[in-house]
């Protein structure tokens, strides 16, 4: 990253934990990853409402959308963490398989190359622990 983004990302961060202390002043940190627990996945009918045959009945259903969506965000590496774990979680709600789920990673590899893919598979590793844990 180059020096002014790294200072204009700095500011967003500072700008956001700012805005999270105005609504909770007890709040010092602004963690994305306690963000993720306030936004539950979707149930399937809503994932296939919002991903699927409602908004292009003709098209991709919500699995193969949320899988494209896996790759795209595995292509950002770990800019994208919170969104990728979100996705990944959806992306299994509307049945994909964690094989598919691996797969779509891998084959980002080529494009994002072995470090985005392998925080990727760590990211979805971290979510099928999750799983497993509830």
Do not use: C
Request: aromatic share 8%; glycine share 6%.
């Amino acid at each position: 990253m180059t020096d002014p983004f790294t200072k204009l990302f700095s500011q967003m961060i500072a700008s956001g934990q700012e805005m999270a202390r105005t609504l909770n002043p007890a709040l010092e940190n602004f963690d994305t990853r306690a963000f993720e627990k306030l936004v539950p996945t979707m149930p399937a009918e809503m994932l296939e409402m919002w991903f699927g045959k409602t908004f292009n009945r003709e098209g991709l259903d919500a699995k193969t959308r949320l899988l494209l969506t896996v790759g795209a965000i595995t292509v950002q590496g770990a800019l994208a963490e919170p969104q990728l774990r979100l996705t990944i979680r959806h992306a299994l709600e509307a049945g994909a398989t964690k094989r598919e789920i691996a797969e779509t990673i891998f084959q980002m590899s080529m494009f994002a190359g072995l470090p985005a893919m392998q925080k990727a598979l760590e990211i979805a590793q971290s979510v099928y622990s999750e799983e497993n844990e509830e």
